[in-house]
C-alpha cells in the first residue's frame, strides 16, 4: 500500500508520537513518518524517535527571538525538504502565525485533551474538574488559525469519576489519545 510520508512535531515527552510510531509500524496502516520535528532539542520524544530508527530535528525556537514566523520558515523547509504531505502535531506547544497554518491548510491535524470547542489552552483537566463535568476527553481536529480551534475530525470521551484528580483524569484521557489520534489519522488519509 501507498503510505503518506508525515511529520510529526513534538515539544515534550512525545507519548502521542509514540502511539504514532506504532500505528505507523504496522504494514497496513496508511502512514509512514518521513520526520520528527521539535522546536526543544531537549525534548525527551526526540531521543524515543531516534532509537525507533526515524529522521529526528530539532529546530530551536530561541533562536529565533521575537519572530516566529522566521521559526516557522526553517520548520516548513525542513517539512518541504523531507517530502512530508501531512503534518500531525502531537503535544507542540507553540502558537502557530498564519504563515504555517496557511501553508499547511486542511495538511494539519492536531490532537487536544479536552473536547473541543470546550477548554482550548492549557490546563484542561483541571479546569473540566472545576466546572464540575460529568464527561471529558479528548479530539483530534484540523488546525486553523485559531489556537486549539478548526474542524474536528474525531473525539474520544471519558466518564471524569467522583474522586478524580486533575492528574488521573489526564492519564485516562491519554490513554484515549493514543488509540484516538492513528484512528483520526487513518480515517481522514482515507477520506482525502
Ligand atoms: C497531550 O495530552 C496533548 O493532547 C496535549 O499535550 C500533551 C502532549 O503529550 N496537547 C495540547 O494541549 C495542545 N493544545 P505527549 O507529548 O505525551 O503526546
Not at 90 to 105: D, F, N
Not at 166 to 178: G, P, Y
Request: charged share 20%; proline share 6%; glycine share 6%.
Amino acid at each position: 500500500m501507498t503510505k503518506t510520508p508525515i511529520a510529526i512535531l513534538i515539544s515534550g515527552r512525545g507519548s502521542n508520537m509514540n502511539a504514532l510510531i506504532e500505528a505507523c509500524a504496522q504494514p497496513d496502516y496508511p502512514a509512514r513518518i518521513a520526520l520528527v520535528l521539535s522546536n526543544n532539542p531537549d525534548a525527551p520524544g526526540l531521543e524515543t524517535a531516534r532509537a525507533a530508527g526515524l529522521d529526528v530535528m530539532a529546530i530551536d525556537h530561541r533562536k529565533f527571538p521575537k519572530d516566529r514566523e522566521s521559526h516557522e520558515r526553517a520548520v516548513d523547509a525542513a517539512l518541504v525538504q523531507a517530502g512530508v504531505e501531512i503534518i500531525c502535531l502531537a503535544g507542540y506547544m507553540r502558537v502557530l502565525t498564519p504563515y504555517l497554518v496557511g501553508r499547511w491548510h486542511g495538511k494539519m491535524l492536531n490532537i487536544h485533551p479536552s473536547l473541543l470547542p470546550a477548554y482550548p489552552g492549557l490546563d484542561t483537566h483541571a479546569r473540566a474538574l472545576a466546572a464540575g463535568d460529568t464527561e471529558h476527553g479528548c479530539t483530534v481536529h484540523l488546525v486553523t488559525d485559531g489556537v486549539d480551534e478548526g474542524p474536528i475530525l474525531r473525539q474520544a470521551r471519558v466518564k471524569v469519576l467522583a474522586d478524580d484528580t486533575a492528574q488521573s483524569l489526564a492519564a485516562r484521557v491519554l490513554q484515549q489519545e493514543h488509540v484516538l489520534y492513528p484512528a483520526a489519522l487513518s480515517d481522514y488519509l482515507s477520506r482525502r
